[in-house]
């Protein structure tokens, strides 16, 4: 039992008493404190009120004695006893709180300040039953944990006008004070512009603000925190740096990293009054309206129109690319974070909903089914790849301003981050997004997606359906061209910064023909019969091809294809070399290893064909040789591996689903249920599983430094761009991260933070 703002004098407050200080109490302190007018308020603590009950029964008087003291802190120098108000005052605004309690009168005994049947007392114990006592309580702490900090305000009712408004507009983060949303500006005297440039410099935040006006004179009563969108916090958080009420570094540590992602990208205006119609997971942020198309095909056609639209699928593969590219949005049956349609949605930077467990396609027939609901191309939906909700029609959408605050904001936090931030880039577009974000290079460019265009997947089949080596040698001998190019401009796009080619990784089904149309095409591009096509596409069939004839394995059974990315990536080296004054920076990575001889069997070919280029005896092109570490066996053989290569890097997505053994693309199935009952906390292909998937990280890290001290390590799934996950990995000692291109500002920001 305390005062917080007594009515003539200070207040002076233990520590125990000012980690009570939680909601409202916290700012009504802090006001007065300043010297602002503030309306005479008290604090009662739930074990305080407890014993007082205790008391009572027990007949005794000392503590009420104390009490009653304590409620003489509200009277003013006249004397005279005010009405009271009770509040609530708990950490974060809740609707299930009692609302104050106006116009109650001072007890007029005694045994009337602690009497559950008197006014006073009868809000104080109403408003400390508002809190909860069950289980979890809403703020999700315990409930002794949470009861143990429960105060309540009792308040001196303040006579004149009762006016609220926002410290900070909530939509451009000016300062103000600004009208709450949906309202008009009250007249206020000029005298609250020092109430709010106080509370913005105590709080650091949007606050929404409740004065008393009275003859012109404001006394303020109670604040608590207002949302605001994430363009308003960080212009808000520039603003005060440059009103030097902030420090750049306080600016850096302020910002939520998770809010950056969403000011890149189209949002929601408003979906009030319309229902989704599904939720999914919102793999890709952002928001996107269109008309259905259910091919890649139908997706470029639209964009050649000019229109938009969001690409319809049961699940995306590497044929797909392109129409997820020429669409605004995609909507897929399956997937999960990691899935093939999240990672190129988060590449391109469009929004993505994925998992959805109503949806059905049936592409032939150019119709879906959401629910009950049938849909055919044309159609109008709206996506939210956020927060993974789906809409009928068209919904207004708010396009992402910035201006020049990310930049300041990113600026200061490279001055205290040590952690590099490259990107997961194949194509020039992307890179170039990822370089204006910020990016320091290219941490991960996937090989395999240079062959998506409809004449390199040819080539490309033809390659995999050779039926010898030299069927093989004379298909690749057609794709060197195309990647030489492809890599000439990646590295001269980078400009010397560091690029990160990982060597052919997925399983060769991915790329073959499926359909009995694209088994024909293929047939006819390639000479053959559609029949003995078909024997050949059984004979290569894998039953678990994830943990098949992929990555490495392919370069060893197939040497054809490592030597003709090897000469493609030099020639494309040597190329960038000749037309730009910066060094080439190479870095060639093998990808899914699990033995040391492995990494040694392709390092060896690997430098003999570097040194028969001759490019390893110049300056212009630098070339280091490393490694990709996504299974367990690798990170405990990490000593083994680190001393024949430059560097490793986790592929973490792939090693989060072999140390499960969860295959990422169905883990959506049953991770939720998971999640709901407490299984598992978090999904771990969204953020790290530090206890498993992370304590193998570590131990590769630890092993592969003493073997090799001079070991570069970096990260490269998708964790990478997951605050909660880098701030894991900033205390592992790496090198580098490297994320999709959108995800670059957030990496900066949290490691930044995680640097301070």
């Not at 900070?168 to 008009?184: H, I, K, V, W």
């Not at 004179?217 to 902030?246: H, M, P, T, Y």
């Not at 809010?259 to 989704?276: E, I, Q, T, Y």
């Not at 109008?380 to 919904?395: E, H, K, N, Q």
Request: charged residues 20%; aromatic residues 6%; contains cysteine.
């Amino acid at each position: 039992m305390f005062a917080i703002a007594p009515a003539m004098g200070k207040a002076n407050l233990s520590a125990s008493q000012l980690k009570l200080l939680a909601g409202k109490a916290r700012w009504i302190f802090r006001v007065c404190e300043a010297g602002f007018p503030t309306v005479p308020t008290i604090a009662i603590s739930r074990a305080a009120w407890d014993e007082l009950q205790a008391e009572r029964g027990r007949r005794d008087v000392r503590l009420r004695t104390h009490w009653v003291a304590c409620l003489f802190k509200l009277v003013d120098k006249d004397g005279k006893p005010p009405m009271l108000v009770v509040r609530t005052s708990a950490s974060g605004h809740n609707g299930g709180l009692m609302p104050a309690r106006i116009g109650i009168a001072a007890p007029s005994a005694p045994e009337d300040a602690v009497d559950p049947a008197r006014p006073l007392a009868r809000a104080i114990k109403q408003a400390f039953e508002s809190y909860g006592f069950s289980g979890r309580s809403w703020t999700g702490a315990r409930q002794d944990e949470d009861r143990a900090r429960q105060i309540v305000l009792v308040q001196a009712f303040a006579e004149g006008a009762i006016e609220q408004f926002v410290t900070r507009n909530t939509q451009t983060g000016a300062l103000g004070p600004a009208p709450l949303a949906g309202s008009q500006l009250p007249r206020l005297p000029e005298s609250v512009s020092a109430l709010v440039a106080l509370l913005d410099a105590k709080a650091g935040r949007h606050m929404n603000c409740l004065v008393s006006i009275h003859k012109g004179q404001v006394q303020f009563l109670s604040a608590r925190a207002a949302q605001a969108s994430a363009g308003a916090d960080l212009e808000a958080a520039v603003d005060r740096v440059q009103r030097k009420v902030w420090t750049p570094h306080n600016a850096v540590t302020r910002v939520d990293p998770t809010r950056l992602a969403l000011m890149l990208h189209p949002r929601l205006k408003s979906a009030d009054g319309v229902a989704p119609i599904a939720m999914g997971l919102g793999v890709s942020p952002g928001a996107a309206s269109g008309a259905i198309v259910f091919t890649a095909e139908d997706a470029a056609r639209m964009r050649a129109r000019g229109k938009h639209c969001i690409l319809v699928v049961n699940e995306t593969g590497p044929a797909d690319i392109e129409g997820m590219k020429a669409a605004t949005g995609i909507l897929t049956a399956r997937g999960g974070m990691s899935s093939h349609a999240g990672v190129i949605a988060r590449i391109t930077g469009k929004p993505c909903v994925a998992g959805v467990r109503n949806l059905s396609v049936n592409a032939g027939e150019m119709i879906c089914h959401i629910g009950e609901r049938e849909l055919r191309a044309g159609d109008r939906l709206t996506i939210d790849g956020t927060d993974g909700a789906v809409y009928p029609g068209i919904l207004p959408l708010a396009q992402p301003q910035i201006g020049g605050a990310i930049g300041k904001l990113l600026g200061w936090s490279d001055a205290s981050r040590t952690i590099a931030v490259r990107t997961n880039a194949e194509t020039i577009e992307a890179a170039q997004t990822a370089l204006s974000f910020g990016a320091e290079g290219v941490g991960l460019a996937r090989s395999e997606h240079m062959f998506f265009s409809p004449e390199r997947m040819i080539a490309l089949r033809r390659m995999i359906l050779s039926e010898d080596e030299d069927a093989r040698s004379r298909a690749i001998a057609g794709l060197v061209d195309y990647q030489t190019g492809d890599y000439s401009a990646l590295f001269t796009a980078m400009k010397g910064l560091p690029v990160n080619v990982r060597l052919f990784d997925p399983p060769l089904h991915e790329f073959l023909p499926r359909t009995d149309e694209e088994i024909e095409e293929t047939a006819a591009s390639l000479g053959v019969a559609v029949r003995a096509l078909r024997l050949r596409l059984e004979r290569i069939a894998e039953v678990n091809p994830m943990l098949g004839h992929r990555g490495v394995r392919l370069a060893i059974t197939y040497p054809e294809i490592l030597q003709m990315q090897m000469q493609a990536v030099l020639a494309g080296a040597r190329a960038a070399s000749e037309r730009q004054s910066e060094p080439v920076a190479v870095e060639v990575m093998v990808p899914f290893v699990s033995t040391a001889t492995e990494v040694s069997w392709v390092r060896d070919r690997a430098m003999a064909i570097l040194d028969n280029s001759g490019l390893n005896r110049s300056d212009r092109v630098r070339f280091s040789f490393g490694t990709m570490i996504e299974l367990p066996r690798a990170c405990l053989r990490a000593g083994d591996i680190a001393s024949m290569v430059d560097f490793i890097s986790f592929g973490t997505n792939d090693l989060t689903q072999t140390t499960f053994g969860i295959s990422r693309d169905d883990a959506p199935t049953f991770l939720a249920a998971y999640q709901r009952k407490g299984v598992y906390e978090r999904d771990p292909f969204v953020t790290i599983d530090e206890k498993g998937v992370g304590e193998m990280i570590e131990i590769a890290v630890a092993r592969g430094r003493a073997a090799n001290p001079k070991l570069k390590v970096g990260i490269c799934g998708e964790h990478a761009g997951d605050p909660a996950s880098l701030r894991f990995f900033a205390g592992l000692g790496i090198d580098y991260v490297s994320c999709s291109p959108y995800r670059v500002p957030v990496a900066r920001l949290t490691l930044a933070q995680a640097s301070a």
